[in-house]
């Protein structure tokens, strides 16, 4: 079993998934036809490589959804062994998106753009708060912010006008 094969498998697995998600380990060996030791094997040249990432449901709960930051590849490593392979899900990483995926259709909504990348959907992204301040200056919108969280939307009486763009 060739880990090119594998890290393709893993790689079209995510592309094709609507949600960003990676694919089971359990189902990676089913698909590739081989049993749960070799896909570790694989996954384990794949994963010291860098060119997959592990997420584990027993780090992050979901492990079909990549929520939180990567482990350093010595952890991944460590839970590829002791971890049953129903409860870890392989994806690649953003270098190898990077170099195989054409991502202009997201040139205009760069938070949206970190996903199909692998990149941890929690990952905290700070900005300075005046890049809102045309929020808080338009009276379409509803801004209300606290200490570390707040939110923005579109007051009901515009929600569907043709003063707001579709998006």
């Not at 890290?7 to 060996?29: C, K, Y």
């Not at 338009?138 to 009901?156: A, K, N, T």
Request: glycine fraction near 2%; proline fraction near 7%.
């Amino acid at each position: 079993m060739a880990a090119a094969d594998a890290l393709d498998r893993i790689r079209t697995f995510f592309v094709e998934s609507r949600d960003f998600n990676g694919i089971p380990v359990s189902r990676l060996a089913e698909h590739l036809g081989i049993a749960a030791p070799d896909v570790r094997r694989v996954l384990q040249e794949l994963v010291a490589a860098q060119r997959v990432d592990l997420v584990f449901a027993s780090h992050s709960e979901n492990p079909h959804i990549k929520r939180l930051p990567d482990l350093p590849v010595d952890a991944q490593l460590a839970k590829l062994e002791a971890d049953d392979p129903a409860g870890i899900c392989a994806y690649p990483s953003s270098d190898v998106l990077r170099d195989t995926r054409d991502l202009r259709e997201y040139d205009d909504r760069p938070y949206t753009r970190r996903l199909p990348l692998a990149e941890a959907q929690l990952t905290p992204i700070f900005f300075e708060l005046r890049v809102l301040e045309q929020y808080f200056r338009d009276p379409r919108y509803h801004c209300r912010f606290w200490d570390r969280s707040g939110l923005i939307s579109v007051r009901q009486e515009h929600y569907q006008s043709d003063q707001m763009a579709e998006r």
